[in-house]
């Protein structure tokens, strides 16, 4: 109810606005010279500077403890968040972006349990959101305050009980999803300007047209800068009635010198510390992205059956082993490690048979500029497009052979 009022009144004010301070059709700008985040004591006030009032809503969760504010919406521009942190050691990380399409979102980890005291969009002069937060005991913490019915508002909800189709046996199209992951509030790994949200979100559209000539129908998770929570990425593609899963990645690796592309496939355990290091970073990527995965349905969890799953993983190993051979055909550099187990949220769809391509690493700068090449682009999207091909081709004719 209190998410709704905030809503509501913040939408009213903007209503009552004068034209010249109403003009919504342009969008709302970050003001970094009239925002700050200061401490007294065990409070905090938050002043978000902007070019105009827009709809918004606050709230807080747990696990870790975070602060989250939406917007319809807010450009922050180039404006780094750090430069917010300076003024209070109560909120140990900041992070703003594109949400949704239409809404923006800012996440402020807390250091301790606090409660959300005040929260006001003021528009008398210059437009600006204000909220006061204090410490509390953890016993005392009121986790999603003010936020909406569901922790993934505005999102595709979960329907993962849906029956998928027949197997594919070569006498349809195949259906591919394809899944660029991060984006939005979460820009994945960056390193020597490079961006993993941006590159694997175009190297995903280059894929998809190669898949699309070869004759595939292919459904992508997102074909814009916004955030996907990962169950809804695997929500997606049962909801399409994919044949198969490709989830599109170029992570940043701080310790050692990775280089070449990697392919995972599900696993109960990661089978390197470094593979363990990246899921653990997907999945926080996504906690930090303000997700609130406490009391939300065990739909996900309840088809994870080991009848499906008996048939599935093996479909999924040679998947993982076909692209990895295509992409080495091709003469494209690997990883000394080319396939590998995993426990990325993502592979975890029992039913549909599911990869993880690491195309490369940004920390590395032959991996960097080999992402921005446009020729080995080309070449990578018909590695993968030919070793879909091939897969799909045995599996096809298995399938086939199961049923007589």
Do not use: C
Not at 216 to 235: G, H, I, K, N, Y
Not at 280 to 289: S, T, V, Y
Not at 310 to 339: E, N
């Amino acid at each position: 109810m209190i998410g709704r009022f905030i809503l509501l009144l913040a939408m009213s004010l903007a209503l009552a606005l004068p034209a010249r301070a109403q003009d919504l059709s342009a969008l709302a700008q970050y003001a970094p010279d009239r925002s700050q985040i200061a401490q007294n004591g065990e409070k905090i006030a938050i002043t978000l500077g902007i070019s105009q009032p827009v709809p918004y809503r606050a709230f807080l969760l747990a696990d870790p403890y975070r602060l989250v504010i939406d917007f319809r919406e807010v450009n922050f521009g180039a404006n780094p968040p750090e430069t917010l942190l300076k003024g209070s050691d109560a909120i140990t990380g900041l992070r703003w972006g594109k949400f949704r399409p239409g809404w923006s979102r800012m996440v402020a980890e807390l250091a301790h349990p606090m409660r959300l005291v005040t929260s006001e969009e003021r528009t008398k002069g210059d437009p600006e959101i204000a909220l006061t937060l204090a410490q509390v005991p953890a016993a005392k913490f009121t986790p999603r305050k003010g936020a909406a019915d569901s922790a993934l508002w505005d999102l595709p909800q979960p329907a993962p009980t849906a029956a998928p189709h027949r197997r594919q046996d070569g006498t349809r199209p195949l259906k591919v999803v394809l899944d660029p992951g991060h984006g939005g509030i979460d820009p994945g790994a960056e390193d020597g300007g490079a961006h993993e949200a941006d590159i694997v979100l175009g190297f995903a559209r280059q894929l998809r047209d190669a898949m699309r000539r070869a004759g595939m129908q292919v459904v992508m998770t997102r074909d814009q800068d916004v955030f996907v929570p990962l169950e809804t990425r695997v929500t997606v593609a049962r909801a399409a009635g994919a044949d198969l899963f490709i989830s599109l990645h170029a992570d940043s690796i701080a310790e050692g010198r990775a280089t070449g592309s990697t392919i995972y496939r599900l696993a109960d355990h990661a089978e390197t510390e470094a593979t363990r290091k990246l899921v653990q970073r997907h999945d926080r990527d996504d906690i930090l992205a303000g997700v609130d995965l406490n009391g939300q349905g065990d739909a996900i969890t309840h088809i994870l059956v080991d009848l499906a799953r008996r048939d599935t993983q093996p479909r999924s190993v040679r998947l993982s082993q076909v692209l990895a051979g295509a992409i080495k055909g091709a003469g494209l550099h690997m990883h000394k490690h080319p396939v590998q187990g995993a426990n990325f949220s993502v592979l975890k769809s029992p039913d549909i048979p599911s990869v993880l391509v690491e195309l490369g690493f940004l920390s590395s700068p032959a991996d960097r500029a080999r992402l921005k090449d446009p020729d080995w682009r080309a070449r990578m999207a018909a590695a993968l497009t030919k070793g879909v091909e091939t897969w799909a081709q045995g599996d096809a004719a298995e399938a086939k052979l199961l049923r007589q």
